[in-house]
């Protein structure tokens, strides 16, 4: 028993390292210097304002692709609102590890499944890299993150319904 949901743990749960990037040099900084960790607030407030935060309390288990916060805010800016729908495809039920997503049926609590494809010796679910290295010494995106009732995984970008895969339809693993 970890004493800690799914919801629980999103809330504070440290995200990839960023680093400043050449914006850094105007403000005095060192490119790979640590800015800070791009966390998961706004998926977590996104849960609660649409209800879903409290299927993320239940018993499960579930397995969650958690978008980061500039994920969210790149897609609430480009695409539209971070709704339900979003939400619910987010989240898988059965716990599935980072190592056996490549080989479970990823159908969501939307009712469409995630594309499952392997690249560029890297994993995808939809168009979002699963387990991506951050730049420098800092800490990437956290996976095979342990709770009560399933495992989360972050993502760099939202999974949306609607996914259609180059080559492929939706829901289907591309090899």
Request: proline share 5%.
């Amino acid at each position: 028993m970890l004493d800690a949901s799914i919801y629980d743990t999103i809330g504070s749960l440290e995200g990839p390292g960023q680093v400043w990037g050449a914006e850094g040099i105007a403000v005095g900084k060192e490119e790979a210097e640590l800015k800070g960790y791009d966390n998961f607030s706004l998926f977590h407030a996104r849960l609660a304002s649409t209800g879903v935060a409290a299927t993320l309390q239940g018993p499960g288990p579930f397995t969650v692709f958690a978008p980061t916060d500039t994920a969210i805010e790149s897609h609430e800016t480009m695409v539209g609102p971070f709704d339900a729908a979003c939400a619910n495809y987010c989240i898988v039920p059965g716990q599935i590890s980072c190592g056996g997503v490549a080989t479970q049926p990823l159908t969501t609590l939307q009712g469409q499944a995630i594309t499952y494809s392997r690249k560029f010796r890297k994993d995808f679910v939809d168009d979002a890299i699963l387990a991506e290295a951050t730049f420098g010494a800092f800490s990437n995106f956290p996976v095979d993150v342990a709770c009560d009732n399933g495992v989360i995984h972050s993502i760099g970008m939202v999974i949306a319904p609607g996914y259609g895969a180059v080559g492929g339809g939706t829901g289907q693993t591309q090899l």
